[in-house]
């Protein structure tokens, strides 16, 4: 079998740019090789002549010939990528890391938990549940924005809803036109009577914190609650070290990891 060097990218090409939000933005990338990906893996997004970057695909693994990438402005590289224009060439090195254990969801209640951008893994993990919504007892998504502004995917709620998903959704401050409820994400608790199952988080760090202590408190298992953890990175397959979290590589043994498997390490959530 030939040998492939996994710090080579793929070529590819960038085929549509949508403004999510003022700083968000969904790029579909058309690469010159399949990437075939399990939703919740990631992949190194390569700049040419700037750098590269970590991000989850936010779209359904099942459309093997472009790929999603929802990316919010950050510092060097993502700013390089918001400069990015439909036509401009890039490259892709991935997937990387492990993706959600569907097979353990099967048959129960799903709950995703989501806040800011960290829509964006939970996005493709929506369409991969709603695309075998029979195996699954219930999806039900709580997500939460600073304003209705920075929403993502506004234009999106309404089929997943079609698809029998349960959505309640929040912003910090509302605005004039804004009609359901305000608050931190965790407020959206009191409105839905769930059923304790399996959860998956994935949002900034401080939302991923109280989102996982309310979920213990209300009963969830800390076996039960998945989160995507995000540390910086650089080689992306466990052979730097950069992104140690206790004795895990988040690029190797992550980014999703149990809460269970977690819990006892310093400053997961820094
Ligand atoms: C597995 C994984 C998946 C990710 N998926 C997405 C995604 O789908 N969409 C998205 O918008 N972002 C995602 N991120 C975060 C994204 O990788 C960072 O925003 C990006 O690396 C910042 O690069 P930069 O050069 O623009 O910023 P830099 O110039 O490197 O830094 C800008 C600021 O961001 C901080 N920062 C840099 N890297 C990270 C990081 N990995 N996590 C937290 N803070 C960081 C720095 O400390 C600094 O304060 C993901 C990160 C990981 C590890
Ligand atoms: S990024 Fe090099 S070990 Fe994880």
Known sequence: MPLTNPYKPIIAKVTRVVDETPSIKTFTL???EKIEFK?????????PEVGEAPFTPSSSPFVKEEMDITIMKAGRVTEAIHCLKEGDIVGIRGPLGKGYPLEEFYGKEVLVLGGGVGMAPLRSLLL???????KFK???LLYGARTPEDIVYKDQFAAW????VKIHRSVDKGD??????VGVVTVLFDEVKLDNEIAIVCGPPIMMKFGTFKLL?????????YLSMEKNMSCGIGKCGHCALGPYFVCKDGPVFKYSE???IEDIWD
């Open 30 to 32: 058309v690469p010159e």
């Open 39 to 47: 939703t919740g893996q990631f992949v190194q997004f390569t700049v």
């Open 128 to 134: 991969t549940l709603i695309a075998q919504k029979t």
């Open 138 to 140: 219930r999806i039900v």
């Open 161 to 164: 809803e079609q698809e029998g």
């Open 176 to 181: 004039g036109t804004w009609k359901e409820r």
């Open 217 to 225: 408190e209300i009963g969830y298992k800390p076996e039960n609650i």
């Open 262 to 264: 977690i819990k006892n």
